[in-house]
C-alpha cells in the first residue's frame, strides 16, 4: 500500500510568494494532519480534518495559512504570503477512524528567503 | 494539556547492544495513547510503536519494545541488538483517545541516538 504522499519534497522560494503545499493520505484513512517542525518549536499541530471537515485549527500560526481538503484523497496547505519565519518542514499524517496510529509522509522542507 | 519530557538529548550505544530512551508523559486525562517515532536523517518520520493507556501489557514490535510504568508515567523505548541504522532521532509522542476518535500527537523534544561500532 502507498503511505502518505506529500509534494514537492522541497520548496524554496522569495519573501512574500504563495506557498502551495499538496498531501495525499492514505485510502481509506479519516484523519489527516498538518504539522510543521521547527528547531524552536519541535513538532507542532497546524491542523487536523476528520471526513474533509477541519476539526482543529488552533495551531494555524496566523491568517497567512489556510487548509482545505476538497475531498478524501487531498488536502492543501497555504501560505499566502509567505515569510523567512515560515520556513520549516511541513508534515501531512493520516489515521483511521478508532486506530490512533498516525503515519507520516516524507515532509516538505520549506525554505523561505 | 499534555507534555511529553525526553530528557536525553543524545545517546550512543555500541552496535548490538540494548539502548533505553527515556520518555515521561503528563495528563490528567485517564485515556491516552503514547508513541515512538524514528527520524532518521532523511528526515521522514517512521512510526516505530504504540501503547495504549488500558494495556495491560508492554507493546513490542520487533527489537522494540516499550516499558510502560503508568504510575511513574514513564514509556521508555526498549531497543535491543542495536544497529548502525538505528541512529537517528527518536520522538516520543502522546494522544489522547477519548471515545475512540483521533487527535493530535504531541511530541517530546527527541533523543539522538548514536550507534557506534
Known amino acids: 500500500d502507498a503511505g502518505v504522499i506529500q509534494s514537492p519534497r522541497h520548496e524554496v522560494t522569495e519573501m512574500g510568494q504563495e506557498v502551495t503545499l499538496r498531501c495525499k493520505p492514505i485510502?481509506?484513512?479519516?484523519?489527516l494532519f498538518w504539522y510543521r517542525q521547527t528547531m524552536m518549536r519541535g513538532l507542532e499541530l497546524l491542523i487536523y480534518f476528520n471526513n474533509n471537515v477541519p476539526i482543529d485549527d488552533s495551531g494555524m500560526p496566523e491568517d497567512r495559512f489556510s487548509a482545505k481538503m476538497p475531498n478524501a484523497s487531498f488536502s492543501t496547505l497555504k501560505i499566502q504570503p509567505s515569510e523567512p519565519r515560515d520556513s520549516a518542514v511541513y508534515f501531512c499524517?493520516?489515521?483511521?477512524?478508532?486506530?490512533?496510529?498516525?503515519?507520516f509522509g516524507a515532509g516538505t522542507r520549506l525554505s523561505v528567503l | 494539556a499534555q507534555k511529553i519530557t525526553q530528557t536525553q538529548p543524545g545517546m550512543f550505544v555500541q552496535e548490538k547492544e540494548a539502548v533505553t530512551l527515556d520518555c515521561t508523559y503528563d495528563?490528567?486525562?485517564?485515556?491516552?495513547?503514547l508513541f515512538w517515532y524514528k527520524q532518521p536523517s532523511s528526515g521522514e518520520m517512521i512510526f516505530l510503536i504504540y501503547?495504549?493507556?488500558?494495556?495491560?501489557q508492554n507493546a513490542t514490535e520487533g527489537r522494540y519494545s516499550l516499558n510502560f510504568q503508568k504510575a511513574r508515567k514513564s514509556a521508555n523505548l526498549v531497543i535491543s541488538a542495536s544497529q548502525l541504522g538505528d541512529s537517528a532521532m527518536y520522538f516520543c509522542?502522546?494522544?489522547?483517545?477519548?471515545?475512540?476518535?483521533?487527535?493530535?500527537?504531541?511530541f517530546g523534544t527527541g533523543t539522538r541516538l548514536q550507534v557506534t561500532l
Open positions: 501503547q495504549g493507556s488500558y494495556d495491560q
Open positions: 509522542a502522546m494522544s489522547l483517545e477519548n471515545t475512540g476518535t483521533a487527535s493530535k500527537l504531541t
Open positions: 499524517a493520516s489515521s483511521r477512524e478508532y486506530v490512533n496510529i498516525q503515519y
Open positions: 485510502s481509506g484513512h479519516d484523519y
Open positions: 495528563t490528567s486525562d485517564p485515556s491516552y495513547g
